[in-house]
């Protein structure tokens, strides 16, 4: 069964994601460590990394791309598996032939996120559920040129594990108005993602086939469920019907390297277990989005990486989609991010003109937070904070509130660990509670 999102217990939304790790280059490597990743790769070899500070991005922090950049970073961790580099050495060299010699970049991820609430107005109270991701991209083309073209690939399954429920639908027994949790659902065997891209001169770029939005739309470096925050505004930004992987494409134009304007239309309907066309071409029902962003400059950029900051406003419009009973509706997003050395600050406001069985789960929404590198000395850990305040879309429910937080810990040169927690204040489908907590620890192993 396809990984959707339900926003209420009667509405379903679709699946998350964020979508890896920071695009802006907030992995900053510590030389004072007592100990790096000693598989120091070299970054990526095609045009992405060919050195200009200006380069197109094309994709949010979670895609399969960028994801393939920062797990082959340099890192500080707390201890090496004793015999363990004699099976990631031999792998990473190959990696790093595959990159420079064919352009091509196999990356293979298990994560488990479990998830306990401290108050249920149904019989469970938790969710455990794992994802195993296998994906790849091919620079065909152009190779260290302005001109690549791509060829991305993603392999998905998604289970729960040793609990009735998988983490994403935990929302619906803590009574909270959006999922505690965009990923960890239930999806079979399916290939996610298979998609074409071609950037010109750095300029203009296009991407079709099946894809997910979550990736390419709405950036925000810290969207990411797999290493930063795992809640349903923070990681897929729920104000935004985003649909799930399936038909679509997008095009981005920067008239100046630093301005950015992105357009996409994809199948509303999209189901990642399914191809996808039957839906597009029977329904037609879709989802347009249309961005407008540009770059503060007040740091300068890395050449490889996206902006320090970045600020942008998005509209979209979705149809009415009839066969999911869900209203067509329409909304904009104001976000802006700016890193300041170890500091990450932001803020988003959202917009949504929906009612109950509208395309979102709230009508407004107010978030802002801070992400904080290099805990402790060590350069890759992060502790995120972010706050809440949304306005539901059905009438008849108060405002919630939330705080979610997270704290991720290198242990190895493959493996993350994240206690992450959440207060839901005001749960608006708990209204015997002023407050609930959701605890959770996240595992990710990487290869």
Do not use: C
Request: net charge negative; glycine share 10%.
């Amino acid at each position: 069964m396809a990984d959707e999102i339900p926003t209420a217990p009667t509405v379903t939304q679709p699946d998350e994601e964020s979508a890896p790790t920071d695009p802006q280059g907030t992995d900053e490597m510590s030389t004072e460590s007592a100990a790096t990743r000693p598989d120091d790769e070299s970054p990526p070899a095609d045009s992405q990394e060919a050195g200009d500070p200006n380069q197109m991005t094309m994709a949010n922090p979670g895609s399969i791309y960028e994801r393939f950049k920062r797990d082959r970073e340099s890192r500080d961790y707390l201890f090496q598996i004793p015999g363990a580099h004699l099976v990631t050495d031999p792998w990473s060299d190959l990696r790093t032939y595959l990159d420079e010699k064919l352009g091509f970049r196999p990356a293979f991820s298990f994560t488990h996120l479990y998830q306990w609430a401290s108050d249920s107005v149904g019989p469970e109270d938790d969710g455990s559920g794992y994802e195993v991701n296998v994906d790849a991209t091919w620079t065909v083309f152009g190779r260290k040129t302005e001109s690549p073209t791509m060829v991305g690939f993603e392999f998905l399954y998604r289970d729960k594990l040793g609990t009735n429920l998988p983490p994403v639908a935990l929302f619906t027994q803590a009574g909270s108005l959006y999922p505690t949790t965009v990923a960890f659902g239930e999806i079979d065997p399916s290939v996610g993602q298979l998609w074409l891209q071609q950037i010109i001169k750095n300029r203009f770029g296009f991407r079709i086939g099946k894809y997910f939005p979550v990736e390419a739309y709405d950036f925000f470096p810290l969207k990411n469920f797999r290493t930063d925050f795992v809640d349903g505004v923070h990681a897929a930004n729920l104000i935004i019907p985003l649909p799930d992987r399936g038909i679509g494409g997008f095009a981005v134009f920067r008239p100046q390297p630093d301005v950015y304007l992105r357009f996409g239309v994809h199948d509303a309907n999209a189901d990642t277990e399914k191809v996808g066309f039957s839906s597009l071409f029977n329904n037609g029902d879709l989802f347009k989005i249309l961005e407008v962003g540009f770059d503060p400059g007040f740091m300068e950029r890395i050449p490889g990486r996206a902006p320090f900051g970045d600020i942008h406003v998005s509209f979209w419009q979705q149809d009415k989609r009839s066969d999911d009973n869900i209203d067509k509706g329409w909304g904009f997003l104001v976000s802006g991010s700016q890193r300041f050395g170890r500091f990450l600050p932001f803020i988003r406001y959202g917009f949504s003109d929906s009612g109950r069985f509208g395309p979102t789960p709230m009508s407004h929404m107010v978030n802002l937070g801070v992400a904080i590198d290099n805990i402790f000395g060590q350069s890759n850990d992060r502790i995120g904070i972010g706050m809440t305040w949304s306005h539901p879309a059905d009438g008849d429910l108060d405002d919630q509130g939330a705080l979610d937080a997270y704290y991720r810990v290198e242990v190895t040169p493959q493996i993350a660990v994240s206690p992450t927690l959440q207060l839901i204040l005001n749960p608006v489908r708990n209204p015997s509670k002023d407050a609930v907590w959701v605890l959770g620890i996240r595992s990710r192993f990487t290869f």
